[in-house]
């Protein structure tokens, strides 16, 4: 039985159309419409029932699907473990967390062998999901697909860092109307997020130089270009450099341990879940 008939007969299933169905494998429709005949040729029995409005499975289909996608399951996490016998983990880690990045491992008890990719949180998730990365540290997305999976690591409060000398760095808390007229530094990466922190309440940021790492964007306010919002409080800055809370409420900066479900990361997940309980 051929193993590509069987996936294309799940994805017909989960999309309740041939015409949609073709549409997300990317393939013609009647060559699919083959395909599916040709399983059921090979199974003796029809799968689904044909109407104008689409594709609704049978009983012999219900059975069939079930026990079908517990096997492809399976074939695919065989797959995975084999690729990834005996080759490093890849662990992709997004811009600004190399110190979260140095205490995930201080968990770790030695066992698998690692190999870090700097990747933005969008890119990890795109890799993940196809298999090319194992696990990842990142900013906390909005949604995720089914087979990855995350657990928080980290949540801090928005701060502005500005150089200490700047007259707002005084100011026990800074509402966003004042830091509106100064030019913010952004990371290239993720900037999109604090914009939308300004914008709920109606303000319109003056963007100052774009940074292409945090690591620029603490170096850009240290002389003088600005003040940012991406640095987590607490990160080591430069001394000439302070924090300052933000007034309004805007949405923490939140680190998280991404992974592919079907990954074999059981101790960076342990690792990332203890790191988690000790702040």
């Given amino acids: 039985m051929d193993l590509r ?3 294309y007969a799940i994805a017909i299933a989960r999309a309740g159309s041939l015409r949609r169905a073709a549409g997300v494998l990317h393939i013609a429709q009647p060559t ?3 395909q599916l005949k040709a399983l059921e040729k090979e199974i003796g029995a029809e799968l689904f029932t044909r109407s104008s409005s689409g594709v609704r499975l049978t009983e012999a289909g219900e059975v069939f699907l079930a026990q079908a996608t517990v096997a492809v399951d399976a074939f695919e996490r065989a797959v ?3 690729r990834g016998k005996g080759q490093a983990l890849r662990i992709g880690v997004a811009d600004g967390l190399c110190d979260v990045q140095a205490r995930l491992f201080s968990h770790l008890p030695g066992g698998p062998r690692l190999r870090v990719v700097p990747m933005g949180t969008a890119e990890q998730i795109v890799s993940l999901t196809d298999g090319s990365l194992q696990a990842g ?7 995720l697909p089914r ?3 995350r657990t928080l690591i980290h949540r801090t409060p928005v701060h502005a860092l500005l150089p200490r000398e700047h007259p707002l760095a005084a100011e026990e808390t800074l509402a966003l109307a004042a830091l509106a007229a100064e030019p913010l530094v952004m990371p290239e990466s993720d900037g999109g997020r604090y914009l939308a922190g300004f914008i709920r309440h109606r303000l ?3 963007l100052g130089p774009a940074a292409a790492t945090h690591d620029l964007a603490i170096a850009t306010v240290e002389a003088g270009g600005g003040y940012t919002l991406c640095v987590r409080h607490g990160t080591t800055v430069p001394e000439s450099t302070v924090f ?3 007034a ?3 949405p923490p900066i939140e680190v998280v341990f991404l992974w592919n479900r079907q990954s074999e990361v059981h101790d960076l997940v342990t690792a990332a879940r203890q790191l988690a309980r000790s702040g």
Avoid: K
């Fill in 80 to 82: 995975v473990a084999a």
């Fill in 204 to 206: 319109h940021p003056r």
């Fill in 244 to 246: 300052v809370p933000i």
């Fill in 248 to 250: 309004e409420p805007i």
């Fill in 5 to 7: 008939q069987v996936r």
């Fill in 147 to 149: 087979g990855v999976a």
């Fill in 137 to 143: 540290l990142g900013y906390a997305p909005g949604t």
């Fill in 32 to 34: 699919l419409s083959e």
